[in-house]
């Protein structure tokens, strides 16, 4: 920018084309003052400032040349912002993946099912195979047992652990007996569970699903 490497992100959810005011005082980059200052409004709710300050300046982005007007703004990290309006400029093709030389059509391919941006319903089962295979951990069966202790380990503490509660206790009907039951020797064999004689406890609801 100006001679100047700069640290940029090629942003395409970004609106406008942003440097950092940072970056524009070290280099003594040449500014003018908006005749209106532009409202910069941010993703998070309350979170936004005003653009005061432009410039106009060329960028050597590989071996391509530009001279690009910039919103001078507070950038955090980045010296520079190249949003949409850069991005859609006739003399940028950005492409995500592969893409086909001399072609715009951006392709993807994901988990071996090739796309061109969105997917289709024939694309469904095979992206579910490949996810179910890859995350098995997380989609397989529940291992029946305790999770190891980890750094952190949470617990529910009582407000006051002495307290009696006096409550209808509740019944489960006939028709559901059969999986409570099962849940019941389930639980138990995996150690979520265990038998113990207490005055009162959290009373359980079965209902159908």
């Given at each position: 920018?100006?001679?100047?490497?700069?640290?940029?992100?090629?942003?395409?959810?970004?609106?406008?084309?942003?440097?950092?005011?940072?970056?524009?005082?070290?280099?003594?980059?040449?500014?003018?003052?908006?005749?209106?200052?532009?409202?910069?409004?941010?993703?998070?709710?309350?979170?936004?400032?005003?653009?005061?300050?432009?410039?106009?300046?060329?960028?050597?982005?590989?071996?391509?040349k530009y001279e690009e007007y910039f919103d001078?703004?507070?950038?955090?990290?980045?010296?520079?912002?190249?949003?949409?309006?850069?991005?859609?400029?006739?003399?940028?093709?950005?492409?995500?993946?592969?893409?086909?030389?001399?072609?715009?059509?951006?392709?993807?391919?994901?988990?071996?099912?090739?796309?061109?941006?969105?997917?289709?319903?024939?694309?469904?089962?095979?992206?579910?195979?490949?996810?179910?295979?890859?995350?098995?951990?997380?989609?397989?069966?529940?291992?029946?047992?305790?999770?190891?202790?980890?750094?952190?380990?949470?617990?529910?503490?009582?407000?006051?652990?002495?307290?009696?509660?006096?409550?209808?206790?509740?019944?489960?009907?006939?028709?559901?007996?059969?999986?409570?039951?099962?849940?019941?020797?389930?639980?138990?064999?995996?150690?979520?569970?265990?038998?113990?004689?207490?005055?009162?406890?959290?009373?359980?609801?079965?209902?159908?699903?």
């Amino acid at each position: 920018i100006g001679g100047t490497k700069a640290h940029c992100l090629l942003d395409s959810g970004c609106e406008g084309i942003m440097i950092s005011s940072d970056f524009v005082h070290a280099n003594k980059l040449p500014k003018f003052e908006l005749e209106k200052p532009v409202i910069l409004q941010l993703a998070c709710v309350g979170s936004k400032s005003t653009v005061q300050y432009g410039l106009t300046a060329k960028i050597l982005l590989g071996k391509e040349k530009y001279e690009e007007y910039f919103d001078i703004a507070n950038v955090d990290y980045y010296d520079v912002i190249l949003g949409t309006p850069f991005l859609l400029s006739p003399s940028v093709v950005a492409t995500y993946g592969s893409s086909k030389q001399g072609s715009r059509v951006t392709e993807q391919h994901i988990f071996g099912v090739q796309s061109r941006i969105s997917f289709t319903k024939n694309d469904i089962p095979g992206l579910r195979e490949a996810w179910q295979n890859r995350y098995s951990d997380i989609f397989g069966d529940i291992p029946l047992e305790l999770p190891p202790f980890r750094e952190v380990n949470h617990e529910i503490k009582l407000i006051d652990p002495s307290k009696v509660i006096h409550y209808r206790t509740p019944r489960c009907p006939e028709s559901l007996k059969e999986q409570l039951i099962e849940k019941i020797n389930k639980y138990v064999t995996a150690g979520w569970w265990r038998q113990t004689s207490t005055q009162q406890a959290v009373p359980m609801l079965c209902l159908p699903k």
